[in-house]
Each structure stands twice: as structure tokens, then as C-alpha cells.
């Protein structure tokens, strides 16, 4: 099996706990000195979304062990780059948040990497 379907899966779900955080820990916030506090964090923590984010990145950390002991260090981890690209988009989508042109321009130069080590490899 090529590494590259799962380098892909792991990006993806990066990109969906992240969201998944950010959705949670602003419900978290929204509440009385939620995250304000080490009390605040450990309800944010309980919180069905944060909860949720940090399994995703539970199934992408054992999805990139996969990865690594299949790839090259040097081909597969460049890949990760794709998830700041991913969760731009995405938080710009879904989340209504607005980058900066130099954010988007720095986005690009990462994308352009990446297809320059996925055109190596």
C-alpha cells in the first residue's frame, strides 16, 4: 500500500481536530472564565467537541506512526505542511475568518513545496 492515501487521511484529520477545537474551545469561552484557568481548561476539556478534536488527533498520531515506519522522514513530513493550507481554508470557510494576503502568500509557498518534495519522491 502507498503512504500516500494515509499521509492524505492524516492531514485531513488534522485539519478536522483543529476545527473541532476551535469550535469547542470557543463554546468554552463563551462561558464564564472557561480556559481562563487551569479549572477552565479541564471543562473545556470535558467538552463534547474539544473532546472529540483531541481523539482525531489521537487516530492521526497512530495513523503517522504508520506513516513513518513506511516513508522516508524526509518525503512524508513535508506533507504535514498541507494541514496550515487545509485549516486556512477551512477556518476561512467555515469559521468566517479572514487571513491576510501575506497569510495566504506564506500558504502558497508551503503548497508549493510540498508538491516539489511530492514530485521527488
Same mark, same amino acid.
Request: no cysteine; net charge positive.
Given at each position: 500500500m502507498s503512504t500516500l492515501p494515509v499521509i492524505a487521511g492524516t492531514?485531513?484529520?488534522?485539519?478536522?481536530?483543529?476545527?473541532?477545537? $476551535?469550535?469547542?474551545?470557543?463554546?468554552?469561552?463563551? $462561558?464564564?472564565?472557561?480556559?481562563?484557568?487551569? @479549572?477552565?481548561?479541564?471543562?473545556?476539556?470535558?467538552?463534547?467537541?474539544?473532546?472529540?478534536?483531541?481523539?482525531?488527533?489521537?487516530?492521526?498520531?497512530?495513523?503517522?506512526?504508520?506513516?513513518?515506519? @513506511?516513508?522516508?522522514?524526509? +518525503?512524508? +513530513?513535508p506533507f504535514l505542511g498541507l494541514a496550515y493550507a487545509g485549516v486556512a481554508l477551512a477556518a476561512a470557510g467555515l469559521l468566517g475568518e479572514r487571513p491576510a494576503r501575506a497569510q495566504w502568500a506564506g500558504i502558497a509557498m508551503v503548497v508549493a513545496g510540498v508538491m516539489m518534495v511530492a514530485a521527488s519522491g
Amino acid at each position: 500500500m502507498s503512504t500516500l492515501p494515509v499521509i492524505a487521511g492524516t492531514v485531513v484529520t488534522l485539519v478536522a481536530a483543529q476545527l473541532l477545537l $476551535k469550535a469547542g474551545m470557543s463554546r468554552a469561552a463563551a $462561558k464564564a472564565g472557561a480556559g481562563a484557568s487551569l @479549572r477552565g481548561l479541564a471543562r473545556a476539556a470535558v467538552n463534547a467537541r474539544v473532546a472529540a478534536g483531541g481523539a482525531l488527533y489521537v487516530v492521526a498520531a497512530l495513523a503517522w506512526l504508520w506513516v513513518l515506519s @513506511r516513508a522516508e522522514l524526509t +518525503f512524508a +513530513f513535508p506533507f504535514l505542511g498541507l494541514a496550515y493550507a487545509g485549516v486556512a481554508l477551512a477556518a476561512a470557510g467555515l469559521l468566517g475568518e479572514r487571513p491576510a494576503r501575506a497569510q495566504w502568500a506564506g500558504i502558497a509557498m508551503v503548497v508549493a513545496g510540498v508538491m516539489m518534495v511530492a514530485a521527488s519522491g
